[in-house]
Structures are given as structure tokens and as C-alpha cells.
């Protein structure tokens, strides 16, 4: 079974809830995990950005609206129980709790009205309290974030085919010395020249004392040419030839399962990267991307408001 919305969890959390005591949060999301039947797998499910599980984050968002409602109460942190107007709502013999019916309550309203205030004249923040959609803010948010940086990752890709192989090259040296291979551009990495490479297109220091080298192949070519086993056994035949044993297969396009799956029989050891990995790595690294915006996203330093 799917992981549930946050908003179906809501009704499952106060029938948890309903025999009065206090539960740990840990626990009511476990026991309402036991309702939906959820996997192990489901239950580990991260977010996007592996700031924390799935199903946690639906029940938290889920606790944290109903609180608003005033349907439960935290008496301390991480620990709920229902109040008497929690009661009375599953008296009633509900079928389902949403946003729709937590805005029958005015704690609710007022704040839903000041989450959407825009007096200020800004935009107002799209959430599952404004919209009624089934995902929590941080899906929202992080939903939003994954489509841009596709859309980057994608113009990455075709602005570094639209050049010379040769400024290819230097790109691939310039990240790798970027990702801690070897020190500075000046000692770290050299592109081989175009005549007599014998399948080598680069080389560079694994570490800054130069205790070993790194072989590249790179290959700047379109998607339609899909990278198969003879390439990659070709640049590992060329590593023999070099006395080498650890080189980098590089290309802006694809690799084949056969080339995934491709291991040679002797010590050589040899890492591929795509064209989706290496646009990743790019913009991770910082290369060929500047900094336009930066959201930061912070939560109550609960410590702080201890008293020692």
C-alpha cells in the first residue's frame, strides 16, 4: 500500500489518541503505519533531500494542523494527547479529518489567515494549508526544488556539448581537481595531446603528493550514442598499455547495462559517469553555475528554551 497524505493520517492519529493517555510521537507514527499496512521499505522512505522519513514527516505535519484545531495538545515535546474537543470529533463519527474540516475551528482560521496574510505585498507560500493538496511543505518545496534542478542539470548537458571536445577535456580536469584530486589546475591534472593518446585522454594525480595516477577517457557525444562494453573494455586495454590500474570513463551521454555491468578480470578499476552523474557533479562542485537564490530552512532550537 502507498504511504498515505499527511491529511488521511489525521483521523487514524486521533483514534490512537482516543483512550486519553499521552503517546510519544515515535509511537503514533509507528501505529499508524500499522494501520495502513506499510512495508518496512515504505516506513524508511526518505524525502528527497534524506532530511528525514516519509511517513514521520505526513503524521508530524498532520499533528502539527490538528493541534491548530485544538483537537490534541503537546504537554511536552513529542508527547500528545486529545483534548475534549478531539472527543466530541470522533463522536461525531467522522469519516475522514482534512483541512476542510479543521477550518471549521477559528484557532484554524486564524491560522490559516495568518499563514496567507499578504499585506506586506509579497507572494504567498503555497502549502497544503492554502492549496488543500496532499503533499506537506516540505514535499511542496522540495518537489519544486528536484523540477529546477532537472531543468538545470538538462541545460548543463547541452551547453557542454555545444562545445569543442578540447574545452570538454579541461572541463573534466577542472572538476575532478575540484572534487580534491591532486591540488591546483596548474599541478594536478594535464590533457593529453589530440595525436597519439592511445585512448587516454587526460590524466591526473589521485592525491597532492602524486602517489598514484587517474587515466581519463572523455568523450563529449549526444544521447542518441549510447556507450557499450567494447568502449569501455578498449579504455581498459588502453590502461594496460599505460601500466595503469585506476581510470574514469566520462561521457555526456549514457552508458549500456552491459557497460554497468562490466568488470575487468585483473586489478584494474575503472569508475564510468554519465552524462546525468556528470551534470550533477557540475552543479554540485559549482562549475559552469552561479548562485541566484538561497532559502534557508529552520526549526525551533528546542534546548534553547530549556531551562537548565
Same mark, same amino acid.
Given at each position: 500500500?502507498?504511504?498515505?497524505?499527511?491529511?488521511? &493520517?489525521?483521523?487514524?492519529?486521533? !483514534?490512537?489518541?482516543?483512550?486519553? /493517555?499521552?503517546?510519544?510521537?515515535?509511537? $503514533?507514527?509507528?501505529?499508524?503505519?500499522?494501520?495502513?499496512?506499510? &512495508?518496512?521499505?515504505?516506513?524508511? !522512505?526518505?524525502?528527497?533531500?534524506?532530511?528525514?522519513?516519509?511517513?514521520?514527516?505526513?503524521?508530524?505535519?498532520?499533528?502539527? +494542523?490538528?493541534?491548530?484545531? /485544538? $483537537?490534541?495538545?503537546?504537554?511536552?515535546?513529542?508527547?500528545?494527547?486529545?483534548?475534549?474537543?478531539?472527543?466530541?470529533? %470522533?463522536?461525531?463519527?467522522?469519516?475522514?479529518?482534512?483541512?476542510?474540516?479543521?477550518?471549521?475551528?477559528?484557532?484554524?482560521?486564524?491560522?490559516?489567515?495568518?499563514?496567507?496574510?499578504?499585506?506586506?505585498?509579497?507572494?504567498?507560500?503555497?502549502?497544503?494549508?492554502? !492549496?488543500?493538496?496532499?503533499? &506537506?511543505?516540505?514535499?511542496?518545496?522540495?518537489?519544486? +526544488?528536484?523540477?529546477?534542478?532537472?531543468?538545470?542539470?538538462?541545460?548543463? $548537458?547541452?551547453?557542454? +556539448?555545444?562545445?569543442?571536445?578540447?574545452?570538454?577535456?579541461?572541463?573534466?580536469? !577542472?572538476?575532478?581537481?575540484?572534487?580534491? +584530486?591532486?591540488?591546483?589546475?596548474?599541478?594536478?591534472?594535464?590533457?593529453?595531446?589530440?595525436?597519439?593518446?592511445?585512448?587516454?585522454?587526460?590524466?591526473?594525480?589521485?592525491?597532492? %603528493?602524486?602517489?598514484?595516477?587517474?587515466?581519463?577517457?572523455?568523450?563529449?557525444?549526444?544521447?542518441?550514442?549510447?556507450?557499450?562494453?567494447?568502449?569501455?573494455?578498449? =579504455?581498459?586495454?588502453?590502461?594496460?598499455?599505460?601500466?595503469?590500474?585506476?581510470?574514469? =570513463?566520462?561521457?555526456?551521454?549514457?552508458?549500456?547495462?552491459?557497460?554497468?555491468?562490466?568488470?575487468?578480470?585483473?586489478?584494474?578499476?575503472?569508475?564510468?559517469?554519465?552524462?546525468?552523474? $556528470?551534470?550533477?557533479?557540475?552543479?554540485?562542485?559549482?562549475?559552469?553555475?552561479?548562485?541566484?537564490?538561497?532559502?534557508?530552512?529552520?526549526?525551533?532550537?528546542?534546548?534553547?528554551?530549556?531551562?537548565?
Amino acid at each position: 500500500m502507498p504511504i498515505p497524505p499527511f491529511q488521511e &493520517t489525521m483521523l487514524p492519529i486521533l !483514534q490512537t489518541l482516543a483512550g486519553g /493517555g499521552e503517546v510519544g510521537a515515535k509511537e $503514533l507514527v509507528q501505529k499508524v503505519s500499522d494501520v495502513f499496512g506499510l &512495508t518496512a521499505d515504505e516506513r524508511k !522512505q526518505l524525502l528527497p533531500s534524506g532530511s528525514g522519513r516519509v511517513m514521520a514527516n505526513r503524521c508530524m505535519w498532520a499533528l502539527s +494542523y490538528m493541534k491548530k484545531a /485544538g $483537537l490534541l495538545l503537546a504537554p511536552r515535546r513529542g508527547v500528545y494527547h486529545i483534548t475534549p474537543r478531539g472527543q466530541e470529533t %470522533l463522536r461525531e463519527g467522522v469519516s475522514s479529518i482534512g483541512i476542510d474540516y479543521l477550518s471549521r475551528f477559528p484557532e484554524f482560521q486564524e491560522f490559516r489567515a495568518r499563514r496567507n496574510d499578504s499585506s506586506d505585498d509579497s507572494p504567498a507560500i503555497e502549502t497544503p494549508a492554502s !492549496q488543500a493538496v496532499e503533499r &506537506t511543505p516540505e514535499e511542496v518545496l522540495e518537489s519544486a +526544488y528536484q523540477g529546477i534542478r532537472q531543468k538545470l542539470e538538462a541545460d548543463m $548537458l547541452d551547453m557542454v +556539448y555545444a562545445q569543442s571536445p578540447e574545452f570538454f577535456e579541461r572541463l573534466v580536469i !577542472q572538476l575532478l581537481v575540484k572534487m580534491g +584530486y591532486g591540488g591546483s589546475m596548474k599541478e594536478a591534472g594535464e590533457v593529453t595531446k589530440r595525436s597519439g593518446d592511445e585512448g587516454i585522454d587526460g590524466v591526473i594525480k589521485e592525491d597532492k %603528493l602524486g602517489l598514484d595516477i587517474i587515466y581519463i577517457q572523455a568523450k563529449r557525444w549526444n544521447a542518441d550514442h549510447v556507450v557499450g562494453r567494447p568502449e569501455i573494455q578498449k =579504455f581498459v586495454g588502453a590502461l594496460a598499455g599505460q601500466g595503469a590500474k585506476k581510470g574514469i =570513463f566520462i561521457t555526456t551521454s549514457r552508458f549500456t547495462r552491459e557497460a554497468w555491468d562490466y568488470s575487468p578480470r585483473n586489478e584494474t578499476k575503472v569508475v564510468l559517469i554519465d552524462g546525468k552523474r $556528470l551534470a550533477e557533479l557540475l552543479i554540485d562542485y559549482d562549475i559552469g553555475v552561479s548562485l541566484v537564490s538561497r532559502y534557508e530552512i529552520k526549526r525551533i532550537d528546542n534546548d534553547f528554551f530549556t531551562d537548565e
